[in-house]
């Protein structure tokens, strides 16, 4: 995926997003993106968690570096945050111990996250992401890319469903 498409993605999930919660919140908050991270943000992440990054996602940081409302009230973390340990990770790290070291995106009030999971790094440097709820492993991509791309899909379902459902209701 070329960061052009990337940035595409992107501008898809943040309006689906938006205009789906537009239905349940009538002061539904636009999701943002934050600015790109520099390379010496990304670097510096790389050599906390003491691997390269995996390609999608150095692309995704280089657009944005964290997103509010990334999944529902998962937020995409900073370099910044990560590097920091953002208040939470802890909490993952007794029923994930092989995956709360590399979460990139959490909510603060609840106990969902996504983590790249290491043990699936294929030959181009990408590893698999694994969706982590309260009940354990809830999804898993192969890749970021094909996470986004899943995530995507199902927000615009959502909206689509949500549009349909309200043009069928008597006036």
């Not at 945050?81 to 990139?104: A, H, Q, R, S």
């Not at 791309?149 to 209701?169: G, T």
Request: charged share 30%; hydrophobic share 40%; with cysteine.
């Amino acid at each position: 995926m070329t960061e052009e498409q990337l940035r595409e993605l992107l501008h898809r999930l943040v309006e689906a997003t938006f205009a789906r919660d537009q239905y349940y919140e009538e002061d539904a908050a636009r999701p943002e993106l934050s600015q790109p991270a520099t390379p010496e943000q990304i670097s510096a992440l790389e050599r906390h968690w003491g691997r390269r990054l995996p390609p999608s996602y150095r692309k995704l940081l280089g657009i944005c570096n964290g997103m509010t409302k990334f999944l529902l009230d998962v937020a995409l973390l900073s370099t910044q945050e990560l590097i920091d340990d953002v208040p939470g990770l802890e909490t993952f790290e007794e029923p994930f111990p092989d995956l709360w070291k590399w979460i990139f995106a959490c909510a603060g009030d609840s106990y969902d996250a996504l983590a790249f999971d290491p043990s699936q790094t294929r030959d181009d440097g990408e590893m698999a992401v694994v969706l982590i709820g309260d009940e354990g492993e809830a999804g898993r991509w192969p890749s970021l890319e094909d996470f986004l791309q899943s995530l995507v899909a199902r927000v615009e379902a959502e909206l689509a469903s949500e549009r349909a459902d309200r043009e069928n209701l008597p006036e």
